[in-house]
């Protein structure tokens, strides 16, 4: 057997196994990056249609959404309300519950708990203020691996607020609120849902201009001005109460007024 002859054989077949990996990276990077001309023409034509934009808020390389599940941190509203106001907790309406340590109540996805009793001290300090939150949280079975977390003053303490993530896009209708007066919880709301530790495959996701121009006839004709564009999940349909849920791949649409848009991202089947 020749075996400069197979050598150079094989030296060929991983030049040619490069190229072709090369190639396929090339192709997925050209995909993923929207040219200058259409993001302009797409910011042409919402103009056009009395949507105002400036191109330096359309992103210019789509983001991957993978298939995402997430578990509801509220197994039941029954067990819930225990892991708030202990054993002693009471049914006190078909979505409400009380126990001399507070109440809670619930609406879907939602709950809201208020603490019967708090302190105030002039004391506290965000540092302290913000691990008691994490801690009331996290021995409710709340996942906080993924949160962004934001303190800000209010007039009894201070206001914890835990922004909820999955792989790594934020999931814009599940977030909670923790209030501290002092060095305890005064009260608790929000809809947290834990993103369960499956990877699958990215969903097949509209361009952010296709989007956008998909959203001219929701727009209607009025005049609006958008703000900001991002990429995420929402939990569908949290005013119904949901024991898991697919998480959905949306783009936030912010008006300079405040409201907000999330049209579905995925490109339809």
Known sequence: MNWNRAKTILIF??????????????????????????????????????????????????????YAEAENVISDY????????????????????ESKTGAISFSGDSFNYKAAAFSISSDADEKNAQETAIRFLKDKGFDLSSAKIETSKISSGFLITFENYANSLPVFNSHVSVEISGNSVSAAYGIWFNALDTRGQDNELKSVTSALIDFIPEAGGEA?????????????????????AVLVPVWRI????????????????
């Not at 023409?41 to 789509?62: F, G, H, Q, R, Y």
């Not at 609006?224 to 898991?244: A, D, F, N, Q, R």
């Not at 912010?254 to 089947?269: I, L, V, W």
Request: charged share 20%; hydrophobic share 35%.
């Open 13 to 66: 077949l991983f030049l040619f196994t490069d190229l072709f990996l090369l190639a396929n990276m090339l192709s997925t990077y050209k995909s993923a990056t929207i040219s200058t001309e259409i993001i302009k023409s797409t910011a042409e034509i919402l103009n056009a249609n009395n949507i105002k934009i400036d191109v330096s808020a359309i992103p210019n390389k789509s983001l991957p959404a993978p």
């Open 224 to 244: 609006i001005e958008i703000s900001g564009l991002e990429l995420g999940y929402t939990v569908p349909e949290s005013t119904s109460y949901h024991k898991s």
């Open 78 to 97: 029954d067990s819930f309300s225990v892991a708030f106001l202990g054993d002693n907790a009471a049914k006190t309406g078909d979505y409400s519950y």
């Open 254 to 269: 912010s008006e300079a007024s405040g409201r907000q848009h999330f049209p579905d991202a995925r490109t339809p089947e």
